[in-house]
């Protein structure tokens, strides 16, 4: 359970061979000093050498030495009792000291850094001065996160900071309990309680319980891997406060880290990208510590302490330097042991040094293969994939099952022998974990996960657990698994000719072909389906980033015309540039760049990547990096639409986006702009490009653009060149200024057709300025949206008068506005007037009575083109609905949508609507036209890579 589970006692138990140890629990299971319930018997009868120490902890404190002295001598191991007794002296030990002991262990033999603790130290130096400065001597509660990319190094350096901390060189003054679980080694227990895992570390030591929680202050909790944890933390209710209470595993773990529960003691958190949206929003107000890796002076120290020599060392990092990509990789320590690990084995082995790197699934290959060699070089091929696909069965049911630690039963019942695992040991394939088994990276598990879709044959019996490729593909790409998307990328990665190559010679033909085929198909299947609105764009161009080849890649782009794409972080510009590059057909692309994206792209010559991103850190995007993006995006030649609404742009950026507007090989007609921060100034930049493009739909909503902006966008409104048909403004700091400019415009211009003006303040004045032009029977404008704009009934009789003479005005929205009953009965007289072709009108939010619901039921049974009308938030009384209900219920009525809550009215209004919905087939909403609407003005509500 702990990452000292594998010392003291568990040590002693690990001892027994498999027979020996059921016989153990059997003994104990009959020990009259128990008095075991049936429950908990059932527990140890499945215990694992780990598990049951910690079970018989919490449930018999000061028992267990007696009981296990025993029942060693009943075994018939005087051995294991005398070491056994050894411990129990040794007990007197602090529990700093025995982590102490641990932790060095892991350090000097589980970790295999190869970097001594003075180069560590210079590589973390930055992070560990962070570490001592955010957990400072004041008591106050502290949460900090460790942040960085996969394989980074995070969960050393926590290692390492526990190792520190036992050795009195960390946070002397502040800690007097560090208590360091891994989460992996949880998924498999279901509940517990907080004092259970306490104890599980304090069993061996001198403290008690009551110790340790005496000043919870004192307490520094470090969680290590969340991004394998199988259990959902995103929860609000049910948590608890009360540590000795046990409960699920995940209603514990959730009510620790949000604070709830032991909430003076501080948390020391490793978040990788998977966990990050998981788990950060819960956290309350975390410091940050990013990891960086290795530096270029650190991963060339690294290759001479490998090698154990400096003439070797040199050579090899000087063949590193060939391949600039690898040599970037190698930030990483676990990508730096793996290089120095596969090219060991082809010196050793006589070869030249030669190394397939792209993509990561080729280096992973090579790593598997040149280890593979170690032991099976000289058997059959066949033989091979059959011992190989066995580890890989594990890895992918392991990843099914959201397992990470295995015991021996799981890798005798995927058919691994006990040589083979010894094999899997020594080459670096499986870890130890106590007396478990563990992928030696959780990577590696992402490998030989991908790699089994690869070995599996059709005449395999399906497996109970394991999904196909086709329901893999669907979890991952549909349905978010995020936490399976590097195992989707190495599947991409292996179905490359490239790594089939390299695969072929030593474990017979590899299907990369096919899989390519039902990867095509899946995703063909999806954009035809009504789910491929929920495919997640990032992930799939992670995986073909990860595939490269360019005939695969451009196929399955070819396949989508719409998608939703959120760029977080420039190494996803990247990769997002790539992928758009090879669309051929995309028609809708619906963009937003995060504020955490940086301004510019990282060179070899600014330095080590974790400096130049602290230093060009900035608030929002400033020129998408060098503009490419804006240029690959503008160019692709079948984008109509560009959605790029809760991206801040900076002027720079609307220049550059401009720049491709005007190119003539651009054919974009609908730019959505909402909520990007546009200023008055940046907005003169948009007008300019509009007569030299063809676009249609503009989308400004939300901005400050203020009247300078919207004045000279009427200017290029005036020009018979524009061919803008719909221009959203609402949100837009307007007032009645913009109004005069606004009419003018529409006297001259002869194709916009939607107005949006909402939620700016024009007033009646501003709204009789529009229906001067409005009541020109040749202005074209056939949707006028004025909600939340402060008019009242005063304007209402321009309105009407518009009404009924111009035949082109189709929808008029009104809402949250202080329209009255006395507006409605002037509008009603309009709706009654043969000439009046109005199809849609809002309501929603006025201050209306009952009064008007009169006015409203004659004009429903007389104007036989309106077919919506929304009466959202507007209370009446049963009266006024019996009114409007006869009218709705008659034949002369056309409405066809109604905006109304329902839930708001008394049963008996309910039932009168009811009855009139399934007489007359009318549809009665709440916030009947909000999605078309935000469609309309491309605003997304949330980003989560979804559409």
């Known amino acids: 359970m702990t990452e000292s589970s594998g ?3 568990s040590h002693c138990l690990k001892q027994l061979s498999d027979a020996k140890f059921l016989n153990f ?15 908990l018997w059932a527990n140890i009868k499945v215990a694992s050498r780990t598990d049951l120490i910690t079970l018989l902890n919490s449930h018999y404190p000061g028992q267990v030495w007696d009981i296990m002295s025993r029942t060693f001598l009943q075994v018939n191991r005087r051995d294991l009792w005398t070491k056994f007794q050894e411990l129990r002296r040794d007990k007197r030990r602090t529990y700093k000291e ?8 892991i350090w000097t033999f589980e970790d295999y850094l190869y970097v001594p603790d003075a180069e560590y130290k210079v590589v973390t130096e930055m992070q560990y001065k962070m570490l001592q400065e955010v957990f400072d001597p004041q008591l106050n509660p502290v949460t900090a996160v460790i942040l960085g990319a996969e394989a980074i190094g995070k969960t050393t350096f926590l290692r390492k900071s526990m190792l520190d901390w036992a050795s009195g060189d960390l946070w002397k003054n502040r800690f007097q309990y560090v208590f360091f679980f891994s989460l992996v080694s949880l998924n498999s227990t279901t509940e517990l309680s907080l004092d259970q895992l306490l104890l599980s570390q304090l ?14 202050r004192k307490i520094l909790f470090i969680l290590d891997g969340f991004d394998h944890l199988k259990f959902d933390l995103e929860l609000r209710t049910n948590l608890c406060d009360d540590w000795r209470k046990t409960l699920p595993t995940q209603i514990v773990l959730s009510s620790l880290i949000q604070k709830l529960m032991l909430p003076e003691s501080s948390l020391l958190l490793e978040l990788g990208n998977p966990s990050i949206p998981r788990i950060y929003p819960l956290l309350q107000y975390p410091r940050e510590i990013t990891m960086g890796g290795l530096n270029k002076v650190s991963r060339r120290f690294y290759c001479m302490s490998f090698f154990g020599s400096y003439q070797k060392g040199r050579d090899i990092f000087n063949f590193l330097k060939t391949m600039q990509p690898l040599l970037s990789l190698c930030r990483n320590p676990y990508m730096c042991w793996m290089f120095c690990r596969t090219v060991k084995g082809q010196r050793d082995r006589g070869e030249e040094m030669n190394l397939i790197y792209e993509p990561d699934s080729a280096l992973y290959t090579s790593f598997m293969v040149s280890s593979f060699r170690l032991v099976y070089d000289n058997h059959p091929s066949r033989q091979n994939r059959a011992r190989l696909k066995t580890l890989c069965t594990l890895a992918a049911e392991g990843m099914w099952k959201q397992v990470f630690v295995f015991k021996s039963e799981d890798l005798r019942r995927n058919g691994i022998t006990e040589p083979e695992q010894a094999s899997w040991l020594r080459m670096n394939f499986l870890s130890y974990r106590g007396d478990c088994f563990m992928f030696y990276h959780p990577t590696l598990q992402s490998y030989f996960a991908a790699l089994f879709y690869f070995l599996r044959q059709d005449k395999d019996t399906p497996h109970p657990i394991i999904g196909s490729l086709l329901q893999f593909l669907r979890e991952v790409y549909a349905h978010g698994q995020t936490r399976w998307l590097r195992t989707g990328m190495f599947v991409f990665g292996i179905a490359t000719e490239k790594v089939a190559a390299m695969l072929n010679p030593h474990f017979g033909f590899i299907p990369s072909r096919d899989v390519r085929g039902v990867i095509l198909n899946c995703f063909r299947n999806m954009n035809q389906e009504e789910s491929n609105k929920t ?20 196929q399955v782009m070819g396949l989508f015309e719409e998608m939703t794409v959120d760029i977080s972080s420039v190494d996803i510009l990247t990769v997002v540039t790539y992928s758009l590059l090879r669309s051929q057909k995309l028609k809708k692309l619906h963009l937003h760049i995060q504020e955490r994206v940086f301004s510019e792209t990282h060179n070899p010559g600014d330095g080590d990547i974790e400096t130049f991103r602290r230093r060009k850190k900035c608030s929002f995007m400033t020129n998408f990096g060098d503009g490419t993006l804006f240029h690959t995006v503008l160019q692709l030649p079948h984008l109509t639409s560009l959605n790029l609404y809760g991206t801040n742009l900076s002027n720079d950026a609307v220049e550059k986006m401009c720049c491709g507007l005007k190119s003539p090989t651009c054919k974009l007609e609908e730019l959505l702009l909402g909520k990007c ?30 009247n300078k902006g919207v004045m000279v966008l009427c200017e290029i409104l005036r020009d018979p060149s524009c061919v803008l048909e719909k221009l959203m403004l609402s949100y837009c ?3 009645l200024i913009v109004c005069g400019h606004l009419n003018e415009a529409l006297s001259c211009n002869k194709h916009l057709s939607l107005l949006d003006l909402g939620s700016n303040v024009l007033e009646d004045l501003g709204a009789k300025i529009l229906c001067e032009a409005l009541k020109d029977p040749k202005c074209p404008l056939q949707e006028l949206w004025l909600s939340g704009c402060c008019l009242t009934s005063d304007c209402c009789e321009q309105i009407s008068t518009v009404l009924t003479c111009n035949e082109n005005l189709k929808t008029l929205k009104l809402g949250n506005n202080n329209i009255e009953d006395r507006g409605v009965k002037r509008l009603c007289e309009a709706l009654r007037n043969p000439a009046c072709k109005l199809q849609s009108l809002g309501l929603d939010m006025c201050v209306l009575t009952t009064a008007c619901c009169a006015d409203l039921a004659s004009a429903l049974s007389t104007c036989r083109t309106l077919t919506r009308l929304s009466l959202d938030w507007v209370t009446l009384d049963h009266y006024g609905m019996k009114l409007l209900c006869e009218a709705l219920a008659c034949r002369g009525c056309s409405v066809k949508v109604l905006g109304l809550d329902k839930s708001a009215l008394s049963e008996e209004s309910q039932k009168l609507l009811q009855d009139v919905e399934k007489k007359n087939n009318l549809n009665i909403l709440h916030y009947p036209w909000v999605k078309e609407e935000n469609k309309m003005r491309g605003v997304r509500l949330f980003w989560n890579s979804k559409n």
């Open 98 to 105: 025995i982590m102490k002991t641990a932790f060095h262990h």
């Open 25 to 39: 629990k059997n003994l104990l299971i009959k020990e009259p000093e128990l008095q075991l319930n049936p429950v």
């Open 7 to 9: 010392l003291g006692v």
């Open 203 to 216: 069993s061996a030591s001198s403290e008690t319980l009551d110790d340790v929680l005496s000043d919870p």
């Open 535 to 554: 495919l997640s764009a990032q992930s799939l161009f992670k995986s073909l980033f990860g595939n490269k080849e360019e005939e695969f890649v451009t």
């Open 677 to 706: 921060g546009i200023s008055s100034n940046a907005c003169v930049e948009i007008v300019t490009s509009l007569n030299l493009c063809k676009l249609k739909h503009l989308s400004l909503v939300e901005n400050p653009l203020k």
């Open 733 to 735: 700091s307007l007032t």
